[in-house]
């Protein structure tokens, strides 16, 4: 078994591998297609982890992605 939060960070250190942009709304959090975002790493407050292990943004703001709909 792994941490509920594990996929986070794993698909995020893939992501990082092959420089693909992953959005991490919160659950429930609106996400908009036309202009998605980063968001933040909220699940590490949730599961008392260090806040900057693999955070998308080290300012923690939230950065715009490079988002191309699929033919």
């Known amino acids: 078994m ?3 939060w594990d996929p986070f ?3 995020l250190g893939l ?8 959005a991490t709304p919160m659950m429930g ?3 908009d297609l036309g202009a998605p975002h ?7 407050a949730c599961a008392g982890l260090k806040a900057d292990s693999h955070q998308p ?3 923690g703001e939230v950065t715009p ?5 699929h033919p």
Not at 15 to 22: D, L
């Open 38 to 44: 980063a968001g933040s790493a909220w699940w590490r």
């Open 9 to 11: 960070e794993q698909i």
């Open 57 to 59: 943004s080290s300012t």
């Open 15 to 22: 992501g990082r591998q092959h420089g693909i942009a992953i």
């Open 29 to 31: 959090e609106r996400l």
């Open 2 to 4: 792994h941490a509920w």
């Open 65 to 69: 992605l490079d988002f191309r709909p």
